[in-house]
């Protein structure tokens, strides 16, 4: 039996804003080629978690690792090397609205490569035909509609080919059909790429149709409460997250 290599751990992490605890006592592993939910209600820690991750916020106590290394205290040079092999696709998209499409997507190629300019270009063609954006290189974000804006923000998350792929509410002020659409494209781009991916989100219609395993952070008691396949957690997980995949009422 093969067992899948743990791509990202956390042990031990306390979250919190000053002397407000958010999370503590976390303990989780992300396998390598699995879509890693966190999901929870508002203000339960989910993006504050996202944040530790990639070393926007520093812990209270604990720490994260990347494969066998410490991410939380590795130098910045070493933060640095650890997150050439991430891509993040934030909440808003985060694109340059004064950049086309094309130029957004070529930044981090032009930033972190050697490429000459006609293999950026082969590229950034590449990567906005993967989340069906070919043929509007020369759009502005503010000309598409934000379902498209979600998939431009995407092919610039994964301009570098990155072994972990982050995703801050990838359904945020979409609709439902414009949401499944994404969750069905962040799973083309996992089983394509061989992307690991971990998702923030309360969206339980995306956290039932992509999630590999999901984790839920519940604030009230400032910990994790369950962890597994989320259509097990919605049958046969505690209260809390029952009620919160809507089984309470069934």
């Known amino acids: 039996m ?5 791509v990202i751990t956390v042990r031990g992490l306390t979250m919190a804003f ?8 976390l303990d989780l592993a992300i396998r390598r080629g699995e879509v890693y939910v966190v999901m929870g209600g508002s203000g339960c820690g989910k ?3 996202l944040r530790h991750m ?3 916020q520093e812990p209270a106590a604990g720490e994260v690792l990347y494969g066998q290394e410490s991410f939380t205290r590795a130098s910045p040079s070493g933060r640095e090397r650890f997150l050439r ?5 934030y909440q808003g998209s985060a694109l340059w609205t004064s950049m086309t499409l094309a130029e957004n997507v070529a930044l981090p190629l032009q930033q972190f490569t050697r490429l000459s300019p006609r293999r950026i270009r082969e590229v950034v063609e590449l990567k906005l035909s993967l989340v069906g954006l070919r043929g509007f290189e020369e759009y502005y974000p503010w000309e598409l509609s934000g379902g498209m804006q979600k998939r431009a923000g995407l092919a610039r998350a994964i301009a570098l080919d990155p072994e972990i792929l982050f995703i801050d509410e990838p359904s945020a002020s979409l609709d439902p059909p414009t949401g499944r659409h994404l969750d069905r494209l962040i799973l083309q781009l996992r089983d394509a790429l061989g992307t690991t991916v971990v998702v923030v989100t309360h969206d339980v219609a ?4 992509i999630g590999s395993r999901a984790l839920f952070l519940d604030g009230e008691s400032q910990r994790a409460i369950a962890e597994g396949p ?3 957690l919605r049958d046969r997980g505690p209260p809390a997250v029952r009620a919160f995949f809507g089984a309470g009422a069934r």
Request: avoid cysteine.
């Open 2 to 6: 093969i067992v899948a290599e743990d």
């Open 18 to 25: 000053g002397e407000r605890v958010v999370i503590r006592d």
């Open 47 to 49: 993006s504050t978690l």
């Open 54 to 56: 990639l070393g926007l």
């Open 85 to 89: 092999r991430v891509g993040v696709l």
């Open 206 to 209: 995306s956290i039932l149709g």
């Open 230 to 232: 989320p259509a097990e």
